[in-house]
């Protein structure tokens, strides 16, 4: 991974970094493996994730077809 540094800019530099590592998944990788777990722990946390997964595609589905109002836009 790779991120230019344009006018000694290294605060902006670090933000971008950040925000490609968190988008591939690195930091939550990194703190599944911090410790052991257990093969039962690990299956029944990947079925969860499948659940979850498959009920948001649902959702999303839902709301593309008109069955279900979309999220309301947020005003400031």
Do not use: H
Request: proline share 4%; glycine share 2%; aromatic share 2%.
């Amino acid at each position: 991974m790779q991120v230019l540094v344009r006018d000694n800019n290294v605060d902006q530099a670090l933000r971008v970094l950040k925000k490609k590592l968190q988008r591939e998944g690195i930091f939550r990788e990194m703190r599944m493996r911090e410790a052991f777990e257990k093969p039962s722990v690990k299956k029944a946390r990947e079925k969860a994730e499948a659940v979850s997964r498959q009920r948001k595609n649902a959702r999303k589905q839902m709301q593309r077809e008109g069955l279900l109002p979309s999220k309301p836009k947020k005003t400031r």
